[in-house]
């Protein structure tokens, strides 16, 4: 028999919070950071180039450009893409903001297409019917880290010439017909945020497998300013630098790098775990009737950024609200990822979006509940969400 739920003044299932992510951070980390500070170079030295050859060669891409954030690097790739005034890009509404932020940035306008409704991904089949003459470019997420319908959408894509800027924020590590993501788009941009796989602090980067492509991230970071004498209209001399596009500060540090370096060398370990949790939450969930586990398409291998489960309302006697606070007083950290991108009220304004434009995005939000899920948690901390979904679920299944 379950205990008196914590809401309603019972004890709860912890003491302490377990968030529903965290960086993990290890003294070969500080070392790695703490080396750098006794160098010459605080910023822009041989760390950079190194982390981005320790990325794009684990991905299988040519080139990589490291960012300041993920947001930086999706900006950068969607200027690069072409995208400008007058153009339409799309992308999933179950994101979040910076998807269709860095459309807005260019003067570009937003267009979703609706998620399928097994994966949460973007379904190719409405990217069909959403594309236009207008459309420059798609964005599909690979959303809590299974990869997007990558050959699908690639030849939707192709057929069209326009290009894929993939948003791998979630999905460092995961596999695509057993390729790792980053050489599979013409952009992959990936996060280094403390939640995501790993992490710089703030970072991201951008991969592709094209040189014209790499030469203008690399301009788009630092300003759009190239000293590259191949590019220079004219040459005043070794101080000469010109600036050919309207660029950002966008440049990742080497402090960040050595970071990002040694974080890098746990990726794979790290995955592992991730999966090896998100397993032991398939096991214990899958016997709840209440609870939707996540589906994990046979082709794919998530990095499980996220672990989201959909509630089955209709088997509760409440909402996701109550379930949500209920768990949040028993101290596990439930999150919900995303609130739909079209209900963010700058969206409405601006672009005219309103409830009812995306059903399965909506149907999806209502229900998602995101679990702590992160390399650093105990098998304690996990046999605690366990615990703690189990007690409440319980208390409001309906008979
Ligand atoms: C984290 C994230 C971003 C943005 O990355 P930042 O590094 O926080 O700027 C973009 N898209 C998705 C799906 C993300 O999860």
């Given at each position: 028999?379950?205990?008196?739920?914590?809401?309603?003044?019972?004890?709860?299932?912890?003491?302490?919070?377990?968030?529903?992510?965290?960086?993990?951070?290890d003294?070969?980390?500080?070392q790695?950071?703490?080396?750098?500070?006794?160098?010459?170079?605080?910023?822009?030295?041989?760390?950079?180039?190194?982390?981005?050859?320790?990325?794009?060669?684990?991905?299988?891409a040519?080139?990589?450009?490291?960012?300041?954030?993920?947001?930086?690097?999706?900006?950068?790739?969607?200027?690069?893409?072409?995208?400008?005034?007058?153009?339409?890009?799309?992308?999933?509404?179950?994101?979040?903001?910076?998807?269709?932020?860095?459309?807005?940035?260019?003067?570009?306008?937003?267009?979703?297409s609706?998620?399928?409704?097994?994966?949460?991904?973007?379904?190719?089949?409405?990217?069909?019917?959403?594309l236009?003459?207008?459309?420059?470019?798609?964005?599909?997420?690979?959303?809590?880290?299974?990869?997007?319908?990558?050959?699908?959408?690639?030849?939707?894509?192709s057929?069209?010439?326009?290009?894929?800027?993939?948003?791998?924020?979630?999905?460092?590590?995961a596999?695509?017909?057993?390729?790792?993501?980053g050489?599979?788009?013409?952009?992959?941009?990936?996060?280094?945020?403390?939640?995501?796989?790993?992490?710089?602090?703030?970072?991201?980067?951008?991969?592709?497998?094209?040189?014209?492509?790499?030469?203008?991230?690399?301009?788009?970071?630092?300003?759009?300013?190239?000293?590259?004498?191949?590019?220079?209209?004219?040459?005043?001399?070794?101080?000469?630098?010109?600036?050919?596009?309207?660029?950002f500060?966008?440049?990742?540090?080497?402090?960040?790098?050595?970071?990002?370096?040694?974080?890098?060398?746990?990726?794979?370990?790290?995955?592992?775990?991730?999966?090896?949790?998100?397993?032991?939450?398939?096991n214990?969930?899958?016997?709840?009737?209440?609870?939707?586990?996540?589906?994990?398409?046979?082709?794919?291998?998530?990095?499980?950024?996220?672990?989201?489960?959909?509630?089955?309302?209709?088997?509760?006697?409440?909402?996701?609200?109550?379930?949500?606070?209920?768990?949040?007083?028993?101290?596990?950290?439930?999150?919900?990822?995303?609130?739909?991108?079209?209900?963010?009220?700058?969206?409405?304004?601006?672009?005219?979006?309103?409830?009812?434009?995306?059903?399965?995005?909506?149907?999806?939000?209502?229900?998602?509940?995101?679990?702590?899920?992160?390399?650093?948690?105990?098998?304690?901390?996990?046999?605690?969400?366990?615990?703690?979904?189990?007690?409440?679920?319980?208390?409001?299944?309906?008979?």
């Amino acid at each position: 028999m379950p205990g008196k739920l914590a809401i309603h003044g019972g004890t709860p299932v912890r003491k302490t919070i377990v968030p529903y992510g965290h960086q993990w951070i290890d003294s070969d980390d500080s070392q790695a950071v703490t080396d750098v500070l006794k160098t010459d170079w605080i910023t822009q030295g041989p760390k950079v180039e190194e982390f981005e050859h320790v990325v794009s060669k684990y991905c299988h891409a040519k080139y990589a450009v490291a960012f300041s954030s993920g947001t930086a690097a999706l900006h950068a790739a969607a200027f690069t893409a072409g995208v400008s005034y007058g153009s339409d890009v799309i992308t999933s509404p179950i994101t979040f903001v910076a998807d269709g932020n860095c459309v807005l940035y260019l003067g570009g306008t937003v267009k979703f297409s609706d998620i399928n409704p097994d994966t949460y991904n973007i379904d190719p089949g409405n990217i069909k019917t959403t594309l236009t003459s207008k459309t420059k470019a798609l964005i599909p997420v690979d959303f809590a880290g299974q990869p997007c319908d990558l050959d699908e959408i690639n030849t939707i894509a192709s057929d069209h010439r326009i290009p894929v800027i993939e948003d791998a924020a979630h999905s460092l590590g995961a596999e695509y017909k057993g390729k790792k993501i980053g050489g599979l788009a013409d952009f992959t941009v990936f996060s280094f945020h403390p939640v995501k796989a790993i992490t710089t602090g703030e970072g991201g980067m951008v991969l592709t497998n094209y040189e014209e492509f790499y030469e203008q991230l690399l301009m788009f970071r630092t300003h759009g300013i190239t000293k590259d004498p191949r590019k220079l209209k004219r040459n005043e001399g070794a101080w000469y630098y010109e600036m050919q596009e309207l660029g950002f500060n966008y440049r990742l540090t080497d402090l960040q790098c050595a970071l990002g370096i040694s974080q890098f060398k746990k990726l794979d370990t790290f995955i592992k775990r991730r999966r090896a949790i998100a397993l032991q939450y398939n096991n214990a969930f899958s016997e709840l009737q209440e609870i939707t586990i996540p589906y994990e398409k046979k082709d794919v291998r998530s990095a499980y950024h996220i672990y989201v489960i959909q509630l089955q309302l209709e088997r509760l006697t409440c909402g996701r609200k109550t379930i949500f606070d209920a768990l949040r007083a028993e101290n596990i950290g439930v999150q919900v990822h995303y609130i739909p991108v079209h209900y963010q009220p700058y969206y409405q304004q601006n672009l005219g979006y309103k409830k009812g434009n995306f059903p399965f995005a909506e149907r999806y939000y209502e229900r998602a509940l995101t679990l702590p899920l992160f390399p650093r948690m105990t098998d304690g901390d996990v046999e605690d969400v366990i615990e703690a979904v189990q007690k409440v679920i319980s208390y409001y299944r309906r008979d």
